[in-house]
């Protein structure tokens, strides 16, 4: 059973998320995963920020094992809500620390971070009003798993401020623009969005 669409939304899962949340059939509650996955990251963090980088490159992996199996759980537990905000820590601690670490320029870092900000305050903006983003948005946004593991990936090849400048202007155009497009072109419940609650009547 898939969580809810407002739920799922907020954890802004990618199709790697997805996947292993299938394969655990919505068995594994989300809070423990993600707690172990935060405290993981960063251990890796601290012992990988310096020459030996290695370990914070694979922070992504550990956690996406850690909390990808939980995605597809109906999070009805009293403290699931705190998994979402949870996720965030992680993704924008990983990169906040990775790229400062690394010397990437921090205009970079912060614009990054602040396109995934924005992405993540409409998604909630939308909810607040009855609606939605198209899932195809989250698919094509890589998710949370997959930004964190293409900057890894690119930072093993030595291109870290490529990786952040890419993925920046990637996700700005994006996001920015599915958003304008979308509340330029819908009311409440009509177009491009979905009305969360004619969809789950």
């Given amino acids: 059973m898939a969580p809810p669409a407002p739920l799922r939304g907020h954890r802004d899962d990618g199709p790697l998320c997805l996947i292993l ?37 694979f922070a992504p992996v550990a956690a996406l094992l850690l909390t990808g199996p939980a995605a597809t759980h109906p999070h009805h537990g009293r403290l699931d809500w705190l998994v979402p905000p949870g996720i965030r820590a992680i993704e924008y601690g990983y990169l906040a620390v990775l790229g400062f670490a690394q010397n990437v320029s921090a205009p970079l870092v912060f614009v990054l971070l602040a396109v995934l900000a924005f992405h993540h305050y409409d998604t909630v903006y939308r909810t607040r009003q009855g609606l939605r983003a198209p899932e195809w948005l989250f698919r094509a946004g890589l998710g949370w798993e997959g930004r964190m593991l293409l900057v890894a990936f690119l930072g093993l090849s030595g291109l870290l ?32 969005m979905v009305d969360l609650e004619e969809e789950n009547a």
């Fill in 21 to 57: 949340g299938g394969l655990a059939r919505g068995q594994l509650p989300p809070l423990p995963g993600m707690l172990v996955a935060l405290a993981v990251t960063a251990l890796l963090l601290v012992t990988g920020v310096g020459e030996q980088r290695t370990p914070a490159l």
């Fill in 161 to 192: 401020p490529f990786a952040y400048a890419s993925l920046a202007a990637y996700l700005g155009v994006l996001f920015a623009g599915e958003s304008a497009v979308s509340w330029a072109r819908t009311g409440r419940g009509s177009g491009v």
